[in-house]
């Protein structure tokens, strides 16, 4: 069955200190996997995706993933933190058959500490 | 122009009410979804439309009735609101033709069952 572990609920940071926030997911086939930010009472915005094109995705300010196959995850970094980084990531991973859903992890709350 | 658009906000009701949620998207998306947010931020899959035909239906209690005119929109009625369901739902959207399709999110609707 396809999953996806978000192995952290919150994580807090200084301003300008890197952040990691991590994913690990379980799937049977090589799938897509996405990261979604959710700020304060608004929805989700794409960050980025990985789609077996390169195993290092850049997405919008500032962060990044890398896709380790042989570890099964899809961690997002950030070199330096902003304050405006303070919300919710969620790690999505979408299995390449069986089904048409994408699956969310449980998503980690970050706070950067000023 | 909003790509994934739903009303109302806000929905603040009494129980035992009915009430309606709409979601339109202009991306030419042939496939959307419904999603609730509880108070911990989980998010879980309701529903899912591609071409007006139902394709997920998760076990969701059948007081929640989707309905979709055509593939621009996506519709959520609720009958006989109870305490429960107060939470967030969003309605997304994509293409369903490869795994690497992105979701794109509403803003959200919060309702409120008093």
């Known amino acids: 069955a396809q999953s996806v572990t978000q192995l952290d609920s919150h994580v807090s940071v200084s301003e300008g200190t890197p952040v990691l926030l991590r994913c690990n997911y379980s799937?049977?086939?090589?799938?897509?996997l996405f990261w979604y930010v959710q700020h304060p009472n608004k929805g989700l915005q794409l960050l980025l995706k990985?789609?077996?094109?390169?195993?290092l995705v850049k997405g919008i300010n500032g962060f990044e993933a890398e896709f380790k196959k042989s570890e099964t995850s899809f961690h997002l970094t950030k070199p330096s933190a902003h304050m405006s980084d303070a919300a919710e990531y969620f790690c999505?991973?979408?299995?390449?058959?069986?089904?048409?859903?994408?699956?969310f992890g449980t998503g980690t709350r970050l706070k950067v500490l000023a | 122009d909003t790509a994934v658009s739903q009303t109302p906000k806000y929905l603040v009701t009494q129980m035992g009410n009915d009430k309606s949620i709409k979601c339109e998207q202009n991306?030419?998306?042939?496939?959307m979804y419904w999603y609730k947010q509880d108070s911990k931020k989980f998010l879980k899959i309701m529903f899912s439309?591609?071409?007006?035909?139902?394709?997920i239906n998760e076990t969701v209690p059948n007081r929640f009735s989707p309905k979709s005119p055509d593939k621009a929109h996506l519709n959520l009625h609720i009958n006989s609101l109870e305490l429960g369901d107060s939470a967030v739902y969003f309605c997304?959207?994509?293409?369903?033709?490869?795994?690497?399709?992105?979701?794109?999110f509403g803003p959200g609707t919060r309702l409120l069952v008093l």
């Open positions: 997304a959207s994509s293409h369903i033709r490869t795994v690497q399709e992105t979701q794109y």
């Open positions: 799937s049977s086939y090589s799938p897509s």
């Open positions: 990985y789609t077996s094109a390169a195993t």
């Open positions: 999505v991973v979408r299995p390449t058959s069986g089904t048409y859903k994408y699956i």
């Open positions: 991306l030419g998306h042939d496939t």
């Open positions: 439309y591609n071409n007006k035909e139902l394709i």
